[in-house]
């Protein structure tokens, strides 16, 4: 089965825990993206990902201390969506549009949607 989704997008964020922590409440679930100011001045999606909390999850890659996010600025983006099988859809579509370089690999999902992703 085919699903047309209409995704709301929060504005551009700066990727800090000041900013995560004022996402309303917890327990937002959605697909979000995570971008690197490069050289040139623009940033670049380098990681996305779906979680049933996003607050909890981009606190979670905050705090990893080996992590990609220690070094470089970066912003992050996202979209509530509920279910966790359209969740892992919107998820496999980023990954093919914007080929991160700090997700493993592609995101598994069997659901075929369109999505705006922007």
């Known amino acids: 089965m085919n699903y047309d989704i209409n995704l709301i997008w929060s504005t551009l964020l700066l990727l800090t825990s000041e900013e995560v922590n004022k996402l309303n409440g917890g327990g937002i679930e959605g697909v979000f993206r995570i971008s690197k100011r490069e050289a040139d001045g623009k940033f670049y999606v380098v990681f996305i990902g779906s979680a049933s909390d996003i607050k909890n999850e981009l606190n979670l890659l905050l705090s990893k201390e080996d992590g990609f996010l220690k070094q470089g600025e970066f912003s992050f983006r996202y979209a509530p969506i509920k279910g966790e099988e359209k ?32």
């Open 87 to 118: 969740r892992k859809a919107v998820e496999k579509q980023m990954y093919k549009q914007y080929i991160p370089q700090y997700n493993p690999k592609e995101p598994v999902s069997t659901l075929e949607v369109k999505v705006n992703l922007n």
